[in-house]
């Protein structure tokens, strides 16, 4: 024997998740569009204070720097959709004459689909940087994030201070 359940039985389900009566047994959920919870301090974890933020309509992309590491980290907390996982991009690549390098721990990517940040990404950002046989010194880093609603296109440079001898 198949059990009936009532609208009425539909709607006090929904009702107790947090839907309204339109989205019950759609299997859709309303984003949660507070503020995030989340902090760059928090994500990019002891010791990292902040650089830099870049507004890019639904997200804030950070960059943090943590002096007794010598390492820069960038997170892109959501401002939009907070809570429903969406597509978020973070980056951050060393310099190297003027460019992002590549390579390991030269810069990372995340890309993913997240309910409320990507990253953290980490590089250690100065000191000397040893390509081949050459070897100079490199401070700055390029940075960047975007959701799947914003990109900004502009290249984003820091240069850090740097170490001392």
Same mark, same amino acid.
């Given at each position: 024997?198949?059990?009936?359940?009532?609208?009425?039985?539909?709607?006090?389900?929904?009702?107790?998740?947090?839907?309204? @009566?339109?989205?019950?047994?759609?299997?859709?959920?309303?984003?949660?569009?507070?503020?995030?919870?989340?902090?760059?301090?928090?994500?990019?974890?002891?010791?990292?204070?902040?650089?830099?933020?870049?507004?890019?309509?639904? @997200?804030?992309?950070?960059?943090?720097?943590?002096?007794?590491?010598?390492?820069?980290?960038?997170?892109?907390?959501?401002?939009?959709?907070?809570?429903?996982?969406?597509?978020?991009?973070?980056?951050?690549?060393? @310099?190297?004459?003027?460019?992002?390098?590549?390579?390991?721990?030269?810069?990372?990517?995340?890309?993913?689909?997240?309910?409320?940040?990507?990253?953290?990404?980490?590089?250690?950002?100065?000191?000397?940087?040893?390509?081949?046989? @050459?070897?100079?010194?490199?401070?700055?880093?390029?940075?960047?994030?975007?959701?799947?609603?914003?990109?900004?296109?502009?290249?984003?440079?820091?240069?850090?201070?740097?170490?001392?001898?």
């Amino acid at each position: 024997m198949k059990k009936k359940t009532s609208v009425v039985t539909g709607a006090i389900v929904a009702a107790a998740r947090g839907c309204d @009566a339109r989205h019950a047994g759609s299997g859709r959920r309303r984003s949660r569009q507070g503020p995030n919870p989340y902090k760059p301090h928090a994500v990019c974890g002891s010791g990292y204070t902040f650089v830099k933020r870049v507004d890019i309509r639904t @997200a804030d992309v950070y960059l943090m720097w943590n002096r007794q590491k010598n390492t820069n980290c960038v997170v892109t907390l959501k401002k939009k959709d907070v809570g429903t996982p969406t597509p978020v991009t973070v980056s951050l690549h060393r @310099a190297v004459d003027g460019r992002p390098a590549t390579g390991p721990g030269l810069g990372s990517i995340q890309r993913g689909s997240f309910k409320y940040y990507a990253g953290p990404v980490y590089v250690r950002a100065t000191g000397a940087l040893r390509l081949g046989n @050459a070897s100079h010194l490199e401070t700055c880093v390029f940075w960047a994030g975007s959701t799947s609603h914003d990109v900004d296109p502009g290249a984003w440079i820091h240069c850090n201070p740097r170490p001392r001898d």
